[in-house]
C-alpha cells in the first residue's frame, strides 16, 4: 500500500473561498503530481514537481496553484472556488532516480463547489 | 495532441471466465506502459507495467501484451473475480527522466463482474 495521503477526502465548499487540497507522502519521493479527474473519465495532468522548490505546470490548463517547500508535501490551492472547479483530485508520487517507474497515488480529493 | 485511448467504456464478464481489455495508443515513441486499475473512490492502483522492448509480461494473474506494430496494448486478467470490478487505464510514457510527468492516460474501461 502507497504511503501518500490527501486531504481532506471530501470538501463541499461555497463559491469564491480559498482553499488548500494537501497532500503527503512518506516514501522519500522527488517526484509529485497534481491530477484531475472528472467521474470515469482519464486523468489529467495539472501540476508536477522534480523536487523542492520545483513546480511546473501540466497539460490541462488549471487555475490553482502549488508550492513544494519539502519533499513530502505538495498542496494545491484555488485562490477562488468555482464551480467549474468540482472534480476529483489526485495527488502522485514516483522515485525520480530510477527511469520507468510507476506513481503512487492517494486516495484522492472529491471537490464539490456550490 | 498525441493520446491514449481505450476501445470499449464497459466490459462486462462472467466471474471466472478471463478478461482481455484492449487499449490503443498513438505515440510511436512511448516507451513504457502501465496499467492501473481504479476502484471506487480510490486513487488508481499499479497492476503491471511494460517496456517497450518487451512483448509480454506476466504478473500474478495478469498478463500485458505490447504489440508496437500496431500501437495496441492489452491487460488480460485470468480467472476474473468480483474484487476485479473496477475502472482499468492504461497509460503511456515517453521517457522523460522517469516518474509520471510524461504519462498520458487513456479513459478507461469499467470492468463489470456478473455472478
Known amino acids: 500500500e502507497a504511503d501518500i495521503y490527501q486531504t481532506p477526502r471530501y470538501l463541499v465548499i461555497g463559491t469564491g473561498k480559498k482553499i488548500t487540497l494537501e497532500c503527503s507522502q512518506t516514501?522519500?519521493?522527488?517526484?509529485m503530481y497534481w491530477y484531475q479527474q472528472d467521474p470515469g473519465m482519464e486523468l489529467h495532468l495539472i501540476h508536477y514537481s522534480y523536487g523542492v522548490n520545483s513546480t511546473e505546470k501540466g497539460d490541462l490548463s488549471s487555475e490553482s496553484t502549488v508550492s513544494r517547500i519539502r519533499t513530502e508535501h505538495f498542496p494545491l490551492t484555488l485562490e477562488s472556488a468555482r464551480p467549474s472547479h468540482t472534480s476529483q483530485y489526485l495527488c502522485a508520487s514516483s522515485d525520480g532516480g530510477a527511469p520507468n517507474t510507476e506513481a503512487f497515488f492517494g486516495q484522492g480529493t472529491r471537490l464539490t463547489v456550490v | 495532441g498525441e493520446s491514449v485511448g481505450l476501445h470499449l467504456p464497459t466490459l462486462s464478464v462472467q466471474e471466472g471466465d478471463n478478461s482481455i481489455i484492449n487499449c490503443a495508443y498513438s505515440n510511436s515513441a512511448s516507451d513504457y506502459f502501465i496499467w492501473y486499475k481504479q476502484e471506487s473512490g480510490k486513487g488508481p492502483q499499479f497492476i503491471i507495467d511494460?517496456?517497450?522492448?518487451?512483448d509480454k509480461r506476466q504478473g500474478q494473474r495478469v498478463t500485458v501484451l505490447l504489440n508496437k506494430t500496431v500501437k495496441h496494448l492489452s491487460l488480460q486478467i485470468a480467472a476474473t473475480q468480483p474484487g476485479d470490478s473496477a475502472v482499468y487505464f492504461c497509460a503511456e510514457n515517453l521517457y522523460s527522466g522517469g516518474g509520471a510527468d510524461g504519462l498520458t492516460f487513456g479513459k478507461g474501461t469499467h470492468l463489470i463482474i456478473q455472478p
Open positions: 516514501m522519500g519521493h522527488d517526484k
Open positions: 511494460i517496456r517497450s522492448n518487451m
